[in-house]
């Protein structure tokens, strides 16, 4: 199967709005070329992205830079905790705070202009992916590729799990692995190892040239090799960084527990002026039926009165009728 064209294909799905995912899906399967039967099948295996997913790749899709600049911070994270710079790291950690507030407000921007609004629940799942972007460079890759199907979280100890996040893996770079720089300054079994191939290149020179070579490689056997953190430091890094997290966490659950208080009052409040209200429907409403009694019982009043005026009419018609019998009857 083309990996390419797959690729090509979820990028451009992954790209639109939530609700039109699933049309789209059918429609790029059914275009596939007849041949092309294996490509056809893993078209319409692409899982439809959870809508916090969705709106990490509509940030890849429609503001990159903001996922760059957390990508370039998480790369200084991770240098100050290979230094034990617990200095940096704080530092960091409040520049990470602030950026992610950032990020989170341009996820819910960008999602509401593409269809979507975003929850306070499927924001913090944002921050969470985002958190995690920082925290190894896979996710990294992971979350800048635009075909994350799956929100991602980092504990900042171990590695992120990206297993089934992207919906087609082989389109995110594996991360790249350091690779020490030894050229600079040989280990002792490298020089030895190298002075002894020079020793069996050299056995027809004059022995005079063996005193000026034995302090060199004594010297090179004694350099120190570089310090590389232990695995207690760090994880005492790592402890600074939970700490840290932890203390954010700790912050944020207090904000949110005053949100709570607050909209508590507020809900108080609106009972109370519920039922304020409810009693000035009801007041209302027992007037209306006052009213309604009123305006029928007026109504019968007013077709009594109607047909006794008719009545009198009548009455009155008839005696002048008779009373002009009289008078021609005299005449």
Request: charged residues 25%; neutral net charge.
């Amino acid at each position: 199967m083309d990996d390419k064209a797959l690729t090509a294909i979820a990028l451009d799905l992954y790209a639109l709005p939530f609700d039109e995912f699933m049309a789209a899906r059918t429609a790029a399967a059914k275009a596939s070329p007849s041949s092309a039967k294996e490509l056809m099948a893993a078209v319409k295996a692409l899982p439809k992205p959870s809508v916090a997913a969705w709106a990490v790749n509509m940030m890849s899709v429609h503001e990159p830079a903001v996922l760059a600049q957390l990508a370039d911070l998480g790369q200084r994270m991770r240098a100050a905790q290979a230094s034990l710079d617990a200095g940096a790291l704080r530092e960091l950690s409040r520049e990470r705070r602030t950026l992610l507030a950032a990020a989170v407000d341009t996820a819910r921007s960008v999602a509401e202009r593409h269809g979507r609004a975003i929850s306070a629940t499927i924001a913090t799942d944002v921050e969470q992916t985002l958190r995690a972007l920082t925290a190894d460079e896979g996710a990294a890759a992971a979350v800048q590729s635009g075909l994350l199907v799956q929100t991602l979280s980092a504990d900042g100890v171990d590695t992120v799990d990206l297993d089934g996040a992207v919906a087609v893996p082989g389109a995110v770079p594996p991360p790249r692995t350091a690779v020490p720089n030894t050229a600079a300054v040989p280990t002792a079994a490298a020089a030895e190892q190298n002075a002894q191939e020079q020793g069996k290149r050299t056995t027809a020179e004059p022995a005079r040239r063996q005193p000026a070579d034995q302090p060199r490689l004594k010297a090179v056997r004694e350099t120190p090799r570089p310090a590389s953190p232990s695995a207690l430091e760090k994880a005492k890094a790592a402890l600074a960084e939970a700490r840290e997290a932890e203390a954010e966490s700790a912050r944020l659950a207090a904000e949110r527990q005053g949100q709570s208080e607050e909209a508590e009052v507020e809900v108080a409040e609106l009972i109370l002026e519920t039922r304020d209200l409810r009693a000035r429907l009801k007041t209302a409403e027992e007037e209306l039926d006052r009213a309604r009694k009123q305006q029928a019982t007026s109504a019968a009043e007013a077709k009594q009165a109607a047909r006794a005026a008719e009545k009198a009419q009548r009455s009155a018609v008839l005696a002048q009728e008779r009373v002009l019998r009289l008078g021609n009857t005299r005449d």
